[in-house]
T-cell receptor
Framework: KAGVTQTPRYLIKTRGQQVTLSCSPI?????VSWYQQTPGQGLQFLFE???????NKGNFPGRFSGRQFSNSRSEMNVSTLELGDSALYLC?????????????FGPGTRLTVT | GQNIDQPTEMTATEGAIVQINCTYQ??????LFWYQQHAGEAPTFLSY????GLEEKGRFSSFLSRSKGYSYLLLKELQMKDSASYLC??????????????FGTGTKLQVIP
C-alpha cells in the first residue's frame, strides 16, 4: 500500500507571495490533517479535513487555508507569506475523521520564505 | 490553553529500559498519543491512551493518569535504532466544538553502546 505523498518536497518563495501544497493520503483514508514543524515551536496542528469539510482547526491565522477533494486529496494554501512561515509542512492521513488516531505522516514539504 | 512538558534530552544504554515522561494541562482532555520521529523523517505513530492505565505494544508501553495529567512512554531492551525524538501529543476539545491535537516539543533520546 502506498504511503502518504506530498508535493513538492522543497519550495522557495518570496515574502508576500502565496503557496499551495498538496497531499495525497493513503488509499482508503478519508481524513487529512496538516501540521507545521519548526525548530522553535515544534509540531503544530493547522487543520483537519474529512469528507471534503474542515472538521477541526488549530490556532493559525486565516492566511492558512485548505481544502479537500472528493478523492480525499488535500491542498493547503498560505497567502501573503511571511519569513516566519518557513517550516516543514507535514500532512497526515487516517481512516477516521476527528480522532487523530493512528495517523500516517507524509515526508513533508520544506518551505523557505526569503 | 494547552501546556505539554517533556524532558528535552535523555541518554540510555543499549539493552536497558528508559522511561520518557510527559505532563500536560488541559480542560478538555480526550486522548494522548506518542510518536517517534527519527532525524530528517516524519513522525510515526507509537501508541494511544484515553483511559487510565498501561497500554503495551511489544517493546513499547505507554501509561496514562488523567487525574495527574501525566503519561510516560517505556522503551524496553533498547536498540541503537531507538535513537530518535519521542513526541507526546494531547487531543482535546477546543472552542466551537472543534477537536485539536497539541504536540510537546519532544524528547531526544540517544542510545549508546
Amino acid at each position: 500500500k502506498a504511503g502518504v505523498t506530498q508535493t513538492p518536497r522543497y519550495l522557495i518563495k518570496t515574502r508576500g507571495q502565496q503557496v499551495t501544497l498538496s497531499c495525497s493520503p493513503i488509499s482508503g483514508h478519508r481524513s487529512v490533517s496538516w501540521y507545521q514543524q519548526t525548530p522553535g515551536q515544534g509540531l503544530q496542528f493547522l487543520f483537519e479535513y474529512f469528507s471534503e469539510t474542515q472538521r477541526n482547526k488549530g490556532n493559525f491565522p486565516g492566511r492558512f487555508s485548505g481544502r479537500q477533494f472528493s478523492n480525499s486529496r488535500s491542498e493547503m494554501n498560505v497567502s501573503t507569506l511571511e519569513l516566519g512561515d518557513s517550516a516543514l509542512y507535514l500532512c497526515a492521513s487516517s481512516l477516521e475523521g476527528g480522532s487523530f488516531y493512528e495517523q500516517y505522516f507524509g515526508p513533508g514539504t520544506r518551505l523557505t520564505v526569503t | 490553553g494547552q501546556n505539554i512538558d517533556q524532558p528535552t534530552e535523555m541518554t540510555a544504554t543499549e539493552g536497558a529500559i528508559v522511561q520518557i515522561n510527559c505532563t500536560y494541562q488541559t480542560s478538555g482532555f480526550n486522548g494522548l498519543f506518542w510518536y517517534q520521529q527519527h532525524a530528517g523523517e516524519a513522525p510515526t505513530f507509537l501508541s494511544y491512551n484515553v483511559l487510565d492505565g498501561l497500554e503495551e505494544k511489544g517493546r513499547f508501553s505507554s501509561f496514562l493518569s488523567r487525574s495527574k495529567g501525566y503519561s510516560y512512554l517505556l522503551l524496553k531492551e533498547l536498540q541503537m535504532k531507538d535513537s530518535a525524538s519521542y513526541l507526546c501529543a494531547v487531543r482535546d476539545f477546543a472552542f466551537g466544538g472543534y477537536q485539536k491535537v497539541t504536540f510537546g516539543t519532544g524528547t531526544k533520546l540517544q542510545v549508546i553502546p
